[in-house]
């Protein structure tokens, strides 16, 4: 089953211990105001872009300036790489490094947090992982913040 571990704070996933090859998808939402964030996000199997798959970090971002994207783009260019590819108001870092372990994505949304002054939330999504794994913790996730998801793993 696939299950997405949700409201998460930093401390969460530095503390996590789960099997990176089951994680497929995470995000690390910053605020910035009331309707205004960004995000930092990956997928597994590519991020779509005009119908192909682009293969890196991502991020989006909604009311926020562009002097906070630029800086937001620029940082994460400069410390995982990857070409910057533009799509209305999400960002692609194509071939950029990636990574699903609970370390660095804690790691990033800390430094996230601290650059932008902004608080965050990470979200974790996995596949392949069977009911026990939840219920038990297994993975040192708070069982209370995970959402079992319909349909075929």
């Not at 910035?32 to 293969?55: A, C, I, L, M, S």
């Not at 960002?91 to 947090?113: V, W, Y």
């Not at 974790?124 to 998801?149: N, Y």
Request: net charge negative; proline share 5%.
């Amino acid at each position: 089953m696939r299950v997405r571990y949700w409201r998460l704070s930093i401390t969460d996933v530095l503390n996590a211990t789960y099997p990176e090859e089951k994680a497929n998808h995470w995000d690390i939402k910053c605020m910035q105001g009331e309707y205004e964030h960004f995000g930092v996000f990956w997928y597994r199997y590519g991020t779509p872009f005009d119908k192909e798959p682009v293969h890196g970090l991502c991020f989006y971002y909604n009311d926020v300036s562009r002097k906070i994207i630029d800086d937001l783009a620029s940082f994460l260019q400069s410390n995982f790489g990857g070409k910057l590819l533009s799509l209305h108001s999400r960002s692609f870092l194509q071939g950029s490094k990636e990574f699903a372990d609970g370390r660095s994505i804690g790691t990033l949304a800390n430094e996230l947090s601290l650059r932008f002054n902004a608080p965050v939330e990470l979200t974790i999504e996995f596949e392949k992982v069977i009911k026990e794994d939840i219920d038990q913790e297994s993975f040192k996730l708070p069982s209370s913040k995970a959402l079992p998801i319909t349909g075929p793993d």
